[in-house]
């Protein structure tokens, strides 16, 4: 009889413990799925910056390209402009340092 007792112990605590693991494991489960479900949102929106991004950046190619050939059709450059700015201000630094 004593043996049977402990049987029947050890049986409602196991299926409490059991109960209890599910419960516990179904609403870990349920936020996994909430987190999987916002991780998908984000790499959605990462792909379409990213399509967008490669779309400026191709846009801003084009439009780089487009000034280059015009500067060459008409003589200017930009970058000798450029080139010639920072050329003038390190001249006067140079000068302007000796000068002391």
Do not use: P
Not at 25 to 32: M, N, R, T
Not at 71 to 89: K, M, Y
């Amino acid at each position: 009889m004593q043996t049977l007792i402990h049987a029947d112990i050890f049986f409602f605590v196991t299926t409490i413990i059991v109960i209890v693991l599910a419960l516990l494991a179904a609403v870990i489960l349920s936020y996994v799925v909430v987190i999987l479900k916002d991780i998908r949102e984000l790499s959605r929106i990462v792909r379409r910056e990213g399509e967008e991004i490669t779309a400026d950046v191709h846009n801003i190619r084009e439009e780089i390209k487009e000034e280059m050939r015009y500067e060459a059709r008409s003589g200017t450059s930009s970058i000798a402009a450029f080139l010639n700015f920072v050329a003038t201000l390190v001249n006067r630094r140079k000068s302007h340092h000796y000068k002391k």
